[in-house]
């Protein structure tokens, strides 16, 4: 093994109590998006002890911050991400305390060898993955445009590298009527039966969406009384798609049908917009690497169903601008989904502190050979501008 590889496993093992106390420290005060101090001055206070300088806040968002540890002038910025959002009512139940602890441990880890190479180190601290979409707003505000490549796990049910995500957004509807009591319906505008239209309409539709578009809505105001005609309705409606220019296409068919349940019924609507979770390109070159060192590590790594069932992440937005790994590693049977309370109970379990410390190894290591082989960068390089910038998702 190179030299440098074995320093930074050794400064990693060195600190795994650490990385291990902070994971359990995360899991067990979990704070929702953009209220993730604690975890947030955590991640700072181990790098800050490790020589990073930290910018935070950052972009915009009191708990988002930048720690960067420079090497020698030059060479490429690497760019480890950290998630710490728990999710309401349930905790850390989708386990951003590993990824939290994992991008800290890499980012320390290889910043132990920066002595000698040239680029520069950056644990970027990104809230709200649940629903804000941190890593928009970081986009948005520049945050990114200081680096070259993006690389971050996520714990899961399989070890695996190479699963793309679909574009998602949410889009809310309301419609705006008249009351009239149901014994005189007839000086009614029916709000809700508007915004019952829009789910017909969609169902309509769903025959020629593209392959993978997904739409789901729920009622969130449906009238107070059934003797009553109800005079206001609102709906909030998930939709997924493969990418985002298709993704805007559907947004714009929803307001349509909008408009026709305005026409059948007279009721007025106002539909607002989100922001858009892109797609993801995973950079197959970077994850193959990855897939080396944590085989190297013993842990093997596989490669999505091609049926499998797709997310969404802000990652997505992150692996349109950089170069950008998410990789999974397993902590539960993969019968058990994210978001459940044995997730949860799985993301402090001994096989999430494993990952912790495999993860971070594997993590630096891959920012090592990005770091120090420029034939690497090219291909990394090459296959970004190809599949993003050419348009070719392939899942
Ligand atoms: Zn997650």
Same mark, same amino acid.
């Given at each position: 093994?190179?030299?440098?590889?074995?320093?930074?496993?050794?400064?990693?093992?060195?600190?795994?109590?650490?990385?291990?106390?902070?994971?359990?420290?995360?899991?067990?005060?979990?704070?929702?998006?953009?209220?993730?101090?604690?975890?947030?001055?955590?991640?700072?206070?181990?790098?800050?002890?490790?020589?990073?300088?930290?910018?935070?806040?950052?972009?915009?968002?009191?708990?988002?911050?930048?720690?960067?540890?420079?090497?020698?002038?030059?060479?490429?910025?690497?760019?480890?991400?950290?998630?710490?959002?728990?999710?309401?009512?349930?905790?850390?139940?989708?386990?951003?305390?590993?990824?939290?602890?994992?991008?800290?441990?890499?980012?320390?880890?290889?910043?132990?060898?920066?002595?000698?190479?040239?680029?520069?180190?950056?644990?970027?601290?990104?809230?709200?993955?649940?629903?804000?979409?941190?890593?928009?707003?970081?986009?948005?505000?520049?945050?990114?445009?200081?680096?070259?490549?993006?690389?971050?796990?996520?714990?899961?049910?399989?070890?695996?590298?190479?699963?793309?995500?679909?574009?998602?957004?949410?889009?809310?509807?309301?419609?705006?009527?008249?009351?009239?009591?149901?014994?005189?319906?007839?000086?009614?505008?029916?709000?809700?039966?508007?915004?019952?239209?829009?789910?017909?309409?969609?169902?309509?539709?769903?025959?020629?969406?593209?392959?993978? #578009? @997904?739409?789901?809505? !729920? *009622? $969130?105001?449906?009238?107070?009384?059934?003797?009553?005609?109800?005079? %206001? /309705?609102?709906?909030?409606?998930?939709?997924?798609?493969?990418?985002?220019?298709?993704?805007?296409?559907?947004?714009?068919?929803?307001?349509?049908? #909008? @408009?026709?349940?305005? !026409? *059948? $019924?007279?009721?007025?609507?106002?539909?607002?917009?989100?922001?858009? %979770? /892109?797609?993801?390109?995973?950079?197959?070159?970077?994850?193959?690497?990855?897939?080396?060192?944590?085989?190297?590590?013993?842990?093997?790594?596989?490669?999505?169903?091609?049926?499998?069932?797709?997310?969404?992440?802000?990652?997505?937005?992150?692996?349109?601008?950089?170069?950008?790994?998410?990789?999974?590693?397993?902590?539960?049977?993969?019968?058990?989904?994210?978001?459940?309370?044995?997730?949860?109970?799985?993301?402090?379990?001994?096989?999430?502190?494993?990952?912790?410390?495999?993860?971070?190894?594997?993590?630096?290591?891959?920012?090592?050979?990005?770091?120090?082989?420029?034939?690497?960068?090219?291909?990394?390089?090459?296959?970004?501008?190809?599949?993003?910038?050419?348009?070719?998702?392939?899942?």
């Amino acid at each position: 093994m190179d030299k440098f590889k074995s320093v930074i496993m050794n400064n990693i093992d060195n600190i795994s109590n650490e990385l291990i106390e902070l994971s359990k420290k995360i899991h067990e005060n979990p704070e929702l998006c953009f209220k993730e101090f604690k975890a947030a001055s955590w991640l700072q206070e181990i790098v800050k002890e490790h020589g990073f300088t930290v910018k935070a806040p950052c972009g915009n968002m009191e708990t988002a911050f930048k720690a960067s540890y420079k090497g020698k002038k030059g060479g490429p910025r690497i760019a480890f991400l950290a998630e710490y959002d728990a999710l309401r009512g349930k905790g850390h139940a989708c386990g951003h305390n590993v990824i939290a602890a994992c991008a800290a441990g890499a980012a320390i880890g290889l910043s132990k060898v920066m002595d000698d190479i040239a680029g520069e180190i950056i644990l970027l601290g990104t809230p709200a993955e649940e629903g804000g979409g941190g890593k928009i707003i970081l986009l948005r505000e520049g945050e990114f445009a200081d680096i070259d490549y993006a690389l971050m796990i996520h714990p899961a049910g399989r070890n695996l590298i190479g699963r793309g995500g679909l574009a998602a957004t949410l889009l809310n509807v309301e419609f705006t009527g008249k009351a009239a009591h149901s014994s005189a319906p007839e000086d009614g505008i029916n709000a809700l039966q508007a915004l019952l239209e829009v789910f017909k309409g969609i169902d309509s539709t769903r025959s020629v969406l593209q392959n993978g #578009t @997904k739409i789901n809505g !729920i *009622i $969130t105001a449906g009238g107070e009384a059934s003797n009553i005609i109800t005079d %206001y /309705a609102a709906g909030e409606f998930t939709i997924r798609a493969r990418s985002r220019d298709y993704l805007e296409e559907v947004v714009n068919k929803v307001i349509k049908l #909008t @408009k026709s349940a305005e !026409i *059948i $019924t007279g009721a007025t609507p106002r539909t607002t917009k989100s922001m858009i %979770y /892109a797609e993801r390109y995973p950079n197959m070159i970077m994850a193959e690497r990855f897939k080396a060192n944590m085989e190297y590590l013993e842990e093997m790594m596989n490669y999505p169903d091609p049926n499998m069932n797709l997310g969404s992440s802000d990652i997505g937005n992150v692996s349109m601008e950089v170069p950008t790994i998410h990789s999974y590693l397993k902590i539960v049977e993969p019968d058990i989904s994210g978001h459940t309370k044995e997730f949860a109970a799985a993301s402090v379990s001994p096989r999430a502190e494993e990952v912790v410390i495999k993860g971070a190894k594997g993590l630096a290591m891959t920012g090592y050979d990005i770091l120090v082989d420029q034939a690497l960068r090219e291909k990394i390089n090459q296959e970004f501008k190809d599949k993003v910038k050419g348009g070719k998702n392939e899942f």
